[in-house]
C-alpha cells in the first residue's frame, strides 16, 4: 500500500489498530476495513450528511476526515450509540412517528439529532430544522423527522 | 469518487511545515480542518502529492484579547469560534457569520485559517475581515509578515500567501463602544452558498463588504460614502459586478445586494 500509515484509535469503545493508505477517509474505513456500515456513503463531498460520526464527541462528516487524521481519536458510530442504548429514545420516535421510508439517510439523520438531543432541553422546530440542515432525506419530507426529534426533546 | 493516491505527514512544528513545503513545492497541500480540501480531492479537482496536515500544530489554535485586539489562531474551528465569549463580546459580526457556515458537523472541523486562506468569493470569513480590518498573520522560512485583508484577497481562489507560507493566525480591532455590525446572507437552504451575503461595519468609518458578489469578498467603497441609503443604493450599483451562477444571473444577485444592504443600513443606523 502507497504511502501507508500506521493508526490506533477507540472505535465504539475497543481500540483498534490498522495499516491505512492516507487516502482513505474515515467512513470507508469503518466500512471496509470494521464492517461498520452503519454509516453510509453517499455524496462523499460533505452535502449529504449520510457518513455522520462522532470523533472526541462531536458529530463530523466520516467522508470528510481521512482516517489518518482519525489517529488517536474516540470514534463513535450509530452501531456503538446504538449498542449502548444512547439512541433508544430516537429510534423508537422515528419508528413512532415514521420518520424514516427507504431508511438510507436514518443513520445519519440519528447521529445529527442526537447531537441536538444531548446539547437541548428546550428547542423550537426552526433549531431542529438548523441542525439537520446538513442532512438530507429524499423519502419523508422531514416533517415526521423533525415531529421525532421534538418528541424526545420536548418529552424526553 | 475517492481521493488519489498521496502521502501524509504531521508535522508537530511549524520549522518542519516549512521545511516539508520547501521540499515539495507545489506538490504539497497545506491540510487544516479538510473541509474544503478534502472533498475537492474526493472529486479529483486536486492531485497533490503530499498533505501537510497541521492540525497537531498547538501554536495555531486559541483565541486571546490583548490591547484591545482580538488574535485568532489559524485553526480556530467554527464552532469554536461560534462558541467563544470573547468573539461574542469583540467581534460580533464574526460570532454572527458563524451559524451561516455550512452546518454543525462541518463547523466542528472546518477553521477560520483554512477559510481565509481559500479565499472562496462564496465564503463568509473574508468578507468579515474586509469589514472588521483584520490583519493576517503569515509566517514562513523568512519569518512572519502582516497582511492588511484589503490586501490579502487577490482574486478567485487567490491570497498574498506566497509559496512556502502558512496563514497562522488573524488579528482583529476589537469592537469599540459606539461600533456596530451585522452580518446577513441570503441562501436557498441554510447552510447553503450564500446567494449573496453583507458583513456590514459601522464606527468611525463605515464599511460594507459583500461575499459571492465578485471573484473574491468586496468592499464597497462608494456605497460606504454615501449619507443617505437612496444615493449608497444607486453607488453599490457601480462598486458592485457580480458574476452570475447557475441559478442566478448578475442582475439578481445585484438587486438581492441592494435588499441586503438596505437590511443593514436600517440596522446600524437604529
Not at chain 1, 455524496?43 to 463530523?60: F, K, P, S, W, Y
Not at chain 1, 482519525?70 to 429514545?89: I, W
Not at chain 2, 516539508?20 to 487544516?32: P, S, Y
Not at chain 2, 497541521?54 to 469560534?81: D, F, M, N, P, Y
Request: hydrophobic letters at 45%.
Amino acid at each position: 500500500m502507497e504511502h501507508a500509515l500506521d493508526i490506533t484509535l477507540t472505535v465504539n469503545g475497543a481500540q483498534v489498530g490498522r495499516r491505512v493508505a492516507p487516502r482513505v477517509h474515515l467512513v470507508d474505513f469503518l466500512r471496509e476495513e470494521l464492517g461498520l456500515t452503519g454509516s453510509h456513503v453517499a455524496c462523499e463531498q460533505g452535502v449529504c450528511g449520510a457518513c455522520t460520526l462522532r470523533v472526541d464527541g462531536e458529530i463530523v462528516r466520516g467522508c470528510l476526515m481521512l482516517a489518518v487524521q482519525a489517529n488517536g481519536c474516540r470514534v463513535e458510530t450509530v452501531e456503538g450509540l446504538s449498542d449502548t442504548q444512547e439512541l433508544a429514545k430516537l429510534q423508537k420516535a422515528f419508528h413512532d412517528r415514521n420518520a424514516l421510508q427507504c431508511g438510507f439517510c436514518t443513520p445519519g439523520m440519528l447521529m445529527a439529532a442526537q447531537d441536538l438531543v444531548k446539547k437541548k432541553t428546550k428547542v423550537s422546530r426552526d433549531e431542529i430544522r438548523e441542525h439537520i440542515s446538513g442532512n438530507y432525506c429524499r423519502c419523508t419530507g422531514y416533517q415526521a423527522i423533525v415531529d421525532a426529534i421534538e418528541d424526545v426533546i420536548q418529552h424526553g | 469518487m475517492k481521493a488519489p493516491s498521496f502521502a501524509y505527514a504531521k508535522p508537530s512544528t511549524l520549522a518542519e511545515v516549512f521545511e516539508l513545503l520547501e521540499k515539495h513545492g507545489d506538490g504539497a497541500r497545506i491540510l487544516a480542518g479538510g473541509q474544503s480540501l478534502i472533498p475537492s480531492l474526493n472529486m479529483r479537482l486536486s492531485a497533490p502529492e503530499l498533505l501537510i496536515d497541521i492540525g497537531g500544530l498547538a501554536e495555531l489554535k486559541g483565541i486571546s484579547i490583548e490591547r484591545g485586539v482580538l488574535r485568532i489562531g489559524a485553526l480556530v474551528t467554527h464552532a469554536q469560534l461560534g462558541a467563544s465569549d470573547v468573539v461574542k463580546k469583540h467581534a460580533p459580526l464574526l460570532a454572527e457569520a458563524v451559524p451561516h457556515v455550512a452546518h454543525p458537523a462541518i463547523r466542528n472541523r472546518g477553521t477560520i485559517g483554512g477559510s481565509l486562506a481559500l479565499a472562496d468569493p462564496a465564503a463568509e470569513y473574508p468578507a468579515c475581515a474586509l469589514a472588521l480590518k483584520a490583519v493576517m498573520f503569515v509566517e514562513g522560512r523568512a519569518g512572519q509578515r502582516q497582511v492588511e485583508a484589503r490586501h490579502f484577497f487577490k482574486g478567485l481562489f487567490e491570497t498574498d500567501l506566497r509559496p512556502g507560507e502558512v496563514l497562522v493566525a488573524v488579528e482583529i480591532p476589537a469592537q469599540l463602544e459606539g461600533e456596530r455590525s451585522v452580518f446577513l446572507e441570503l441562501a436557498r437552504r441554510h447552510g447553503d452558498y450564500a446567494i449573496v451575503g453583507l458583513a456590514a461595519f459601522k464606527g468611525a468609518e463605515t464599511r460594507f463588504a459583500f461575499l459571492n458578489a465578485g471573484p473574491t469578498a468586496v468592499l464597497a467603497k462608494n456605497t460606504a460614502l454615501k449619507k443617505s441609503l437612496a444615493e449608497a443604493k444607486v453607488a453599490l450599483k457601480a462598486d458592485l459586478d457580480p458574476p452570475a451562477d447557475l441559478y442566478n444571473s448578475s442582475a439578481t444577485k445585484l438587486h438581492l445586494a441592494g435588499v441586503l444592504l438596505e437590511r443593514a443600513w436600517n440596522a446600524l443606523s437604529t
